[in-house]
Nanobody, 114 residues
């Protein structure tokens, strides 16, 4: 199983960024996949998830600003982030769980200064 996140960077507050996660080693289209983030000094938190059927859910602070999507043909998970805030600064991780095991990407850093 491999999850390879990419696309992080430095974006001024109010800007936009899309991060991606390339998946391999499992049947991507059949699983719920999600994005977590971890800010300095804070616990890792769930940001958004998308089910195999395309249903989505978001943590309240990002609702209306972030959009999670997936390309089952290319086996890629996306997170489009708009109207970025300094509080969005964190390392973003793609993730999925199977049979009690958690699989994580290596993380990609987003920095959004005021």
């Amino acid at each position: 199983v491999q999850l390879q996140a990419s696309g992080g960077g430095l974006v001024q507050a109010g800007g936009s960024l899309r991060v991606s996660c390339a998946a391999s080693g499992f049947i991507f289209k059949f699983v719920t996949v999600d994005w977590y983030r971890q800010a300095p000094g804070k616990q890792r938190e769930l940001v958004a998830l998308i089910t195999s059927g395309g249903s989505t859910n978001y943590t309240d602070p990002v609702k209306g600003r972030f959009t999670i999507s997936r390309d089952n043909v290319r086996r890629v998970l996306y997170l489009q982030m708009n109207s970025l805030k300094p509080d969005d600064t964190a390392v973003y991780y793609c993730h999925f769980g199977r049979s009690g095991t958690d699989y994580w990407g290596q993380g990609t850093q987003l920095t959004s200064p005021a």
